[in-house]
């Protein structure tokens, strides 16, 4: 999949972001920390435009497993992202469900 893309597996969170930009692709992560000058936040920080496609981040990844409830409320927002992606435009990260 990542070779598809023109993705490595050990791209840094730079490298994707810019990819899912440049392609008009919403990224879906668990929650991440900034670690480093190349960390999904801190990319998100000094990147981010008004036209920038946001990134999902699921709060709770283990629970998305487990719970079939939590699931489902994580589906249903990410139907939403999807449908209304202008409303989103330069949100940096939205925190689902």
């Not at 487990?66 to 202008?86: F, H, K, M, W």
Request: glycine residues 4%.
């Amino acid at each position: 999949m990542f070779e598809e893309v023109g993705l490595s597996i050990d791209s840094s969170d730079r490298v994707v972001w810019r990819l899912a930009q440049e392609n008009q692709m919403i990224l879906l992560t668990a929650n991440r920390s900034m670690k480093d000058e190349d960390s999904l936040e801190q990319v998100m920080r000094e990147e981010n435009t008004p036209n920038s496609l946001p990134v999902a981040t699921i709060g709770n990844a283990d629970r998305v497993l487990n719970d079939s409830s939590y699931r489902e409320q994580c589906v249903d927002r990410l139907v939403e992202i999807a449908l209304y992606t202008g409303n989103y435009m330069g949100a940096r990260r939205i925190f689902i469900p």
